[in-house]
């Protein structure tokens, strides 16, 4: 399960970062600094995730989930959206997984990790708000 959550933490990081590069028009000013710190903290979630995983014995894998990244701004964003919640499912198992084996480091990591992607979710669905 930690090298599915690395594959989507690569997937974000390259879908972000090429949304906030192709995004154009007024938004684009108003977002692209949050639009890149995003993608800096999934950069920062994917590296924790592979040092936990090494440290349990494992290689982290290199291959991101599929990049969506979207035609236009509101594709983007429900792409962006959908990823979100997808990513905070997944961590709420691994949580899960890591309480019922005793894993208590790798239940906090997450639990720091899955609050971050909460805040992301919560920009993602603000800016399609408009």
Same mark, same amino acid.
């Given at each position: 399960?930690?090298?599915?959550?690395?594959?989507?933490?690569?997937?974000?990081?390259?879908?972000?970062?090429?949304?906030? %590069?192709?995004?154009?028009?007024?938004?684009?000013?108003?977002?692209?600094?949050?639009?890149? !710190?995003?993608? %800096?903290?999934?950069?920062?979630?994917?590296?924790?995730?592979?040092?936990?995983?090494?440290?349990?014995?494992?290689?982290?894998?290199?291959?991101?989930?599929?990049?969506?990244?979207?035609?236009?701004?509101?594709?983007?964003?429900?792409?962006?959206?959908?990823?979100?919640?997808?990513?905070?499912?997944?961590?709420?198992? %691994?949580? !899960?997984?890591?309480?019922?084996?005793?894993?208590?480091?790798? !239940?906090?990591?997450?639990?720091?990790?899955?609050?971050?992607?909460?805040?992301?979710?919560?920009?993602?669905?603000?800016?399609?708000?408009?």
């Amino acid at each position: 399960m930690l090298n599915r959550a690395i594959a989507g933490e690569l997937q974000a990081i390259i879908q972000y970062m090429w949304q906030h %590069i192709q995004w154009k028009g007024v938004e684009h000013y108003a977002v692209i600094e949050g639009l890149k !710190k995003v993608s %800096i903290d999934e950069m920062k979630h994917a590296e924790k995730i592979a040092e936990r995983l090494w440290y349990l014995g494992a290689k982290p894998t290199i291959q991101p989930d599929p990049i969506h990244v979207g035609e236009s701004l509101e594709e983007m964003l429900k792409n962006d959206v959908k990823a979100e919640v997808d990513t905070i499912a997944m961590y709420k198992e %691994i949580m !899960k997984l890591a309480e019922s084996e005793g894993d208590v480091a790798t !239940k906090e990591i997450f639990e720091e990790i899955e609050e971050d992607e909460e805040e992301h979710h919560d920009f993602f669905t603000s800016l399609l708000e408009k």
